[in-house]
C-alpha cells in the first residue's frame, strides 16, 4: 500500500542522516553551482515559492544524476524593515498584524498557548527571524529539496556583515556609489527609504517613480500649476482642467505663489519644497476664469473637469485635445453641455470654438491622433475610462516612438517626441517656468508597517548610478553573453537596464549591514543581496573556523574572491594561516561562476537585474553567470494567489495535504516556463490517481519480474523489441528536454507517455516473459528519470527492487540505447496505421460483430515501380525508360497512372518502410488479433467486395466479415 507521507519522511530523515547533498570541492570532477533566491524570513513560503524551488530542485538533481558535482544551497534573507514593521506591529498591539502572525505560526505549532507565546516574543527582531528560518528550513526539507543545508547563514549575520562591507568599499572605489539628493519611496511612520521588501506584495507591482513636469501658467498673482507626464505637449494646449468639486488652495512656495490641490502640499513638503497655505477655496471659483500659457502671452481658459484627480500631482490638467483621448472626449463632452455651460457662466461661442492644436505629426494619420484612437475604441463619453485607458496608452505609445513635433512647437519642430519630451522639460525648468513632482506609478503602496508609501527627497542620500562609467556596458555584455529561460524574457532585461539610472542603496532604518563609510545608514535590502552566492563558497568554512570578524578585512576577501594581495603578508597581518587562506580560496575558485540561477519573472526588473550589475562590478569575466531560467507565478483555480483572497497555500501543508512527491510533480507538469501555473484541485487529484496507479503497478512488476531475463537476447517477439526501443527512445527526448530547460515536455515524456506505452503493452502482449524482460530492462532507468522530480516515491521502489545506496546519488547511463531499433519502430507504425484502419472502419459499421477480417496487399510490381521511382526521383523519362527493359510490367494496364499518382504525391520525399508486407503482418498477427478482437486472413482468394484492386503499397484494402 502506498503511504506517500510515510515513505516521504523516511528518505527525508536517510538523506540528512547521510548528508548526500553536501558538496565539496572535487576537481576530478565538473561542477555545477545553481542557487535560487533566497526567501525572506518574515513569513511562511507557499506554492507560488515551491514552484520555483522545486524547478530549482529538479535541475539540480538532474545535474546530479548528469554526473556533475553540484552545489545547490540556501540561506534566509532579513535585510530591511519588514522584520522590525512586525516587530513594532507586534509590540503596539496591532490586532490584526496579531493574528496573521498566529495563523503563521499555527502552521507548525498546534497547541494554541505555546503559540501566542512564540508571537509575544516576536517583539525582539531576532525572534521572527530564527523562528521563520527555522520553519522555512523544515518546509523546504518536507518538500524533498535537495540542499546543502551547512551553508545556510542570514544577511544578518556579522560574517555576512563583513563580507557586503567588503562588496560596498569596491563599489566606493569604482565610483559606482554617489551621494547627493534623488526622489525614492519613502515610509513617513518609519521615517526611511523602502523598496520591494518593505512594501506589501512588493515584489508583484511597478515600485518605479513617475517625474511629472509642473508647468507654472501665469494666473492672478502667481501661477496656475498643472502637472504632466508629456511636457513636449505644451504648444498644443487649448485650456486648463480644474475639477469643480475639488479642494484647491493658494500657497506660497518656496517664495512663489502656487495656485495647486490641497492634496499636493502633502506630496511637495516631502519633496523639499516650503509651503505656506495662503487660502483654501473649491476648484469650481476659479472655472471661468484665465490663465496665460508659460510665456504670458495667450490667454487660456479655465474649464471644469470632472475627471480631474486632484489627489494626482497637483491637481490641474492641462488640455491638449489633439493628442490626449481624455482631454479630446472631455472638451466634446463639454461642447454638447449647454446646462454645465451655463452652470459656470463660461463663454458659450468661446467654448465651442476651442478647436484641438495638432504639435505632433504621426505617419499615416489623416486627422487629430486622439480622436483617431477614441474611435478605434469607441470612446462615447469621458465615462468610458477603461476605453479611454486604452486609447490613451496607444496613442501616447505610437506618438512618443514614432511622432514628430511641428512648425508650432518652435525651436523643437522636426525633434523626436521621445527626445523632446526631455529637451523641453530640462528648458522650461532652466527658465523658471517649470518645476518637477515625483509620484509611485503604483496608487496607493503601503509599506509593510501599514503606512502609505510616498515619494520623499532626502538630502544626502546615497545611491547606485548604473550609468558610471562603463558599469552599464559591462552589464549588457553579461547578459548578451547569458542563457536566458525562455528567452521571450531577455528583452525585459535589455529594456531594464536600458532604464535604470540610479538607485538609493542605503537607508537610515532596518536590519543588515551599514555603509562601512558612513556607518549612520544601513545598506538596503536589495543593494544587499546581489553576490550573496558568493558567500556560500566559503560561510562554512569561516564559522567551522571560528574566524573572528576582525580578521574578515577586506584584504581577506580581496584574496579569497579577487585574487589580490601577498598570501605570506595576508596571513601574518590577520593571523591565519596560509593554508587556510589557500583552502578558502580554493574552495571559491571551483566553485564559481554560478552555473544556473533559477527564479520568478517578478524579480527581473529588481533583483536579477542587479545580480548581473554587481557580479560585473566586482568580479572578472570568467566569474560573471552563465545561465537564467524563469517562471511565471502561481494562480489558484483560476484567480491570482494573495493574502486578500484566502486563497495562499503554504508549503507546510504540502506534505500531509497532498504529499511533496504528488505537489513537486504536479507543480512543474502545469505548465511550462513561461506561462501562469494554475493550481486546481481536481486536476491535483487526477494526477494523484496516475501517480498511485504507477506505484502499484512498479511494485507489482518488480515482484513479478525476478524471476524473468534481464538480456536483450532473452525477448522473443519483434512487437516486444519495438516497445523495448520506443521507450528507450523516449528516455533521451526526456533528457532532450532536460537539456533544453523543458520540465514539463520532461515529464510529459518521462512518466505519461512511457507509462501509457507499458500500460499498453501489458494489456495487449501474449508474451509475459518478454513483458518482465523488457520491464526489467528498463524500470531501472525509468525511476532513474523520474526521481529527478518524485525522489522519495522512486528512492522507496529502487530500494524495492534490491538496489543499494540511494537513487538520487546514482549517475546515469546511456539507457542502454543500442536497442533502439529505428527499422522495427517504422515497420511497427505500418501496423499501428493497419490497426487504425480496422478500427475507423468498425466505428460505421451497423453491427460490431466481426469475425474475420480479411487484409489485401498490393500487387508485387507496385513495390518494384516504387523502388524505381525512389532511385530516379521525379525523372519521369528515366522511369520509363528502365520500365522498357521489363515487358512484363509495361503490360500492366494501371501502370502509368499509378507512377503518375507517386509522382504527384512525391513518394520519394517519404520514409517508406523496407518491409514485406505480407510477412510483416504475418509476424504481428496474434498482435494485430488481440487489439481488433477478430481472426485476421491475408491475401484471401475470398473478395466479394473487390476490395484486392483497392490495395496499395503501405496501405492494405480491408474487408470485415460480419
Same mark, same amino acid.
Given at each position: 500500500m502506498y503511504n506517500p507521507v510515510k515513505i516521504e519522511k523516511k528518505w527525508q530523515e536517510r538523506w540528512q542522516e547521510s548528508k548526500i547533498f553536501e558538496a565539496n570541492p572535487d576537481k576530478k570532477k565538473k561542477k555545477i553551482f545553481i542557487t535560487s533566491p533566497y526567501p525572506y524570513a518574515s513569513g511562511p513560503t507557499h506554492i507560488g515559492h515551491g514552484r520555483s524551488f522545486v524547478n530549482g530542485d529538479i535541475f539540480a538533481r538532474y545535474y546530479r544524476a548528469k554526473g556533475y558535482n553540484v552545489l545547490y544551497p540556501m540561506a534566509f534573507h532579513i535585510t530591511g524593515t519588514p522584520v522590525l514593521a512586525i516587530s513594532s506591529s507586534i509590540e503596539r498591539g496591532d490586532k490584526i498584524l496579531i493574528t496573521r502572525m498566529k495563523e503563521y505560526v499555527s502552521l507548525h505549532t498546534i497547541e494554541q498557548k505555546r503559540v501566542d507565546e512564540i508571537v509575544k516574543s516576536f517583539v525582539d527582531p531576532w525572534k521572527i527571524v530564527n523562528y521563520f528560518s527555522n520553519t522555512i528550513k523544515m518546509d523546504f526539507k518536507s518538500i524533498g529539496m535537495s540542499l546543502d543545508w551547512r551553508r545556510e547563514f542570514t544577511t544578518g549575520d556579522k560574517i555576512y556583515n563583513k563580507f557586503i562591507e567588503w562588496q560596498y568599499f569596491h563599489l566606493k572605489e569604482k565610483e559606482y556609489i554617489e551621494k547627493g539628493e534623488y526622489p525614492i519611496l519613502y515610509c513617513p511612520r518609519d521615517k526611511n527609504a523602502v523598496g520591494e521588501d518593505d512594501i506589501a506584495s512588493g515584489d508583484e507591482l511597478d515600485l518605479n517613480i513617475n517625474e511629472y513636469i509642473c508647468i507654472k501658467f501665469p494666473f492672478k498673482d502667481g501661477f496656475l500649476v498643472a502637472s504632466t507626464l508629456r511636457p513636449e505637449t505644451v504648444y498644443g494646449i487649448t485650456n486648463i482642467w480644474i475639477n469643480p468639486d475639488g479642494n484647491y488652495i493658494k500657497a506660497n512656495i =518656496?517664495?512663489?505663489?502656487?495656485?495647486?490641490?490641497?492634496?499636493?502640499?502633502?506630496?511637495?513638503?516631502?519633496?523639499?519644497?516650503?509651503?505656506?497655505?495662503?487660502?483654501?477655496?473649491?476648484? *469650481?471659483?476659479?472655472?471661468?476664469?484665465?490663465?496665460? &500659457?508659460?510665456?504670458?502671452?495667450?490667454?487660456?481658459?479655465?474649464?471644469?473637469?470632472?475627471? %480631474?484627480?486632484?489627489?494626482?500631482?497637483?491637481?490641474?490638467?492641462?488640455? %491638449?485635445?489633439?493628442?490626449?483621448?481624455?482631454?479630446?472626449?472631455?472638451?466634446?463632452?463639454?461642447?454638447?453641455?449647454?446646462?454645465?455651460?451655463?452652470?459656470?457662466?463660461?463663454?458659450?461661442?468661446?467654448?465651442?470654438?476651442?478647436?484641438?492644436?495638432? $504639435?505632433?505629426?504621426l505617419k499615416g494619420f489623416k486627422d487629430f491622433p486622439a480622436k483617431v484612437y477614441c474611435e478605434r475604441h469607441n470612446v462615447n463619453s469621458q465615462l468610458d475610462s477603461e476605453k479611454l485607458d486604452l486609447a490613451t496608452s496607444e496613442n501616447y505609445k505610437n506618438e512618443f516612438y514614432n511622432g514628430f513635433l511641428n512648425e508650432k512647437c518652435g525651436k523643437y519642430q522636426g525633434m523626436k517626441v521621445s527626445e523632446a519630451a526631455k529637451q523641453v522639460s530640462e528648458d522650461l525648468i532652466q527658465e523658471n517656468k517649470a518645476d518637477k513632482l515625483y509620484i509611485p506609478i503604483t496608487k496607493n503602496l503601503r509599506c509593510k508597517c501599514g503606512e502609505e508609501v510616498i515619494v520623499s527627497i532626502l538630502k544626502d542620500q546615497w545611491f547606485l548610478n548604473f550609468n558610471a562609467g562603463d558599469w552599464k556596458a559591462n552589464a549588457l555584455k553579461c547578459l548578451k553573453n547569458m542563457k536566458i529561460i525562455p528567452n521571450k524574457y531577455r528583452l525585459n532585461f535589455e529594456n531594464i537596464f536600458n532604464w535604470l539610472e540610479k538607485r538609493p542603496c542605503a537607508r537610515k532604518r532596518g536590519l543588515g549591514t551599514n555603509l562601512p563609510f558612513n556607518k549612520e545608514w544601513i545598506i538596503e535590502s536589495l543593494s544587499d543581496s546581489t553576490i550573496y552566492m558568493a558567500f556560500y563558497t566559503i560561510s562554512y568554512k569561516i564559522r567551522n573556523l571560528e574566524l573572528k570578524l576582525e580578521q574578515l578585512t577586506p584584504e581577506f576577501f580581496d584574496f579569497i574572491f579577487l585574487n589580490k594581495g601577498n598570501m605570506i603578508e595576508l596571513s601574518k597581518s590577520i593571523d591565519i594561516s596560509e593554508e587556510l587562506l589557500s583552502e578558502l580560496q580554493e574552495e571559491f575558485l571551483y566553485w564559481y561562476p554560478v552555473d544556473h540561477r533559477h527564479t520568478a519573472i517578478m524579480h527581473i526588473s529588481n533583483h536579477l537585474s542587479f545580480y548581473i550589475f554587481h557580479h560585473v562590478a566586482i568580479f572578472p569575466e570568467n566569474h560573471w553567470p552563465k545561465v537564467i531560467s524563469l517562471i511565471e507565478p502561481v494562480n489558484v483555480e483560476g484567480q491570482k494567489m494573495g493574502k486578500s483572497k484566502g486563497n495562499l497555500i503554504p508549503l507546510a501543508n504540502i506534505q500531509k495535504r497532498y504529499s511533496a512527491d504528488l505537489f513537486r510533480f504536479y507543480i512543474s507538469h502545469g505548465a511550462d516556463f513561461g506561462v501562469?501555473? &494554475?493550481?486546481?484541485? /481536481?486536476?491535483? &487529484?487526477? %494526477?494523484? =490517481?496516475?501517480? *498511485? /496507479?504507477?506505484?502499484?503497478? $512498479? !511494485?507489482?512488476?518488480?515482484?513479478? !519480474? /525476478?524471476?524473468?531475463? +534481464?538480456?536483450?537476447?532473452?525477448?522473443?517477439?519483434?512487437? !516486444?523489441? %519495438?516497445?523495448?526501443?520506443?521507450? $528507450?527512445?523516449?528516455?533521451? +527526448?526526456?533528457?532532450?528536454?532536460?537539456?533544453?530547460?523543458?520540465?514539463?515536455?520532461?515529464?510529459?515524456? !518521462?512518466?505519461?507517455?512511457?507509462?501509457?506505452?507499458?500500460?499498453?503493452?501489458?494489456?495487449?502482449? *501474449?508474451?509475459? *516473459?518478454?513483458?518482465?524482460?523488457?520491464?526489467?530492462? +528498463?524500470?531501472?532507468?525509468?525511476?532513474k528519470i523520474l526521481s529527478l522530480t518524485m525522489p522519495h516515491l522512486c528512492e522507496e521502489l529502487w530500494e524495492m527492487s534490491g538496489n543499494e545506496g540511494f537513487i538520487s546519488k546514482v549517475i546515469w547511463g546511456d539507457f542502454n540505447k543500442q536497442h533502439i531499433d529505428k527499422n522495427l519502430e517504422l515497420e511497427f507504425e505500418y501496423i499501428t496505421d493497419v490497426i487504425e484502419d480496422i478500427f475507423n472502419i468498425k466505428k460505421i459499421m451497423t453491427s460490431e460483430r466481426s469475425d474475420e477480417i480479411y487484409l489485401y496487399t498490393a500487387p508485387e510490381w507496385n513495390y518494384r515501380v516504387i523502388n524505381l521511382i525512389l532511385l530516379k526521383k521525379d525523372n519521369f523519362n528515366e522511369i520509363m525508360s528502365e520500365l522498357k527493359k521489363e515487358k512484363e510490367l509495361l503490360a500492366q494496364k494501371e501502370l502509368i497512372p499509378f507512377i503518375k499518382g507517386q509522382l504527384k504525391n512525391r513518394i520519394w520525399e517519404k520514409k517508406i518502410p523496407q518491409i514485406v508486407e505480407t510477412k510483416l503482418i504475418e509476424d504481428y498477427r496474434s498482435y494485430i488479433e488481440k487489439r481488433v478482437n477478430s481472426k485476421i486472413i491475408i491475401n484471401s482468394n475470398f473478395d466479394p467486395k473487390n476490395r484486392a484492386n483497392r490495395a496499395k503499397p503501405y496501405k492494405p484494402a480491408l474487408y470485415i466479415n460480419i
Open positions: =518656496n517664495g512663489e505663489i502656487w495656485y495647486i490641490s490641497e492634496e499636493a502640499t502633502h506630496l511637495l513638503e516631502n519633496q523639499n519644497k516650503k509651503i505656506n497655505i495662503l487660502e483654501k477655496f473649491e476648484g *469650481n471659483r476659479i472655472i471661468g476664469k484665465k490663465a496665460k &500659457d508659460v510665456y504670458g502671452i495667450k490667454e487660456i481658459p479655465i474649464l471644469p473637469g470632472e475627471f %480631474v484627480d486632484t489627489a494626482t500631482a497637483t491637481g490641474v490638467v492641462y488640455s %491638449v485635445p489633439a493628442h490626449a483621448p481624455y482631454d479630446y472626449i472631455a472638451l466634446i463632452d463639454l461642447q454638447k453641455d449647454t446646462e454645465l455651460i451655463a452652470k459656470f457662466n463660461l463663454d458659450r461661442r468661446e467654448t465651442e470654438l476651442i478647436y484641438p492644436i495638432q $504639435i505632433i505629426e501562469y501555473m &494554475d493550481f486546481r484541485e /481536481k486536476e491535483i &487529484d487526477i %494526477v494523484k =490517481n496516475h501517480i *498511485n /496507479k504507477f506505484y502499484t503497478f $512498479i !511494485s507489482e512488476k518488480i515482484n513479478q !519480474s /525476478k524471476y524473468a531475463g +534481464v538480456s536483450f537476447k532473452d525477448i522473443n517477439t519483434k512487437y !516486444s523489441k %519495438v516497445i523495448l526501443s520506443k521507450i $528507450i527512445r523516449k528516455f533521451i +527526448v526526456a533528457q532532450e528536454a532536460l537539456n533544453e530547460y523543458n520540465i514539463r515536455k520532461y515529464l510529459q515524456t !518521462s512518466f505519461y507517455e512511457i507509462f501509457n506505452l507499458m500500460q499498453e503493452f501489458y494489456r495487449d502482449t *501474449n508474451h509475459l *516473459n518478454d513483458f518482465l524482460v523488457v520491464f526489467n530492462l +528498463v524500470y531501472k532507468d525509468w525511476l
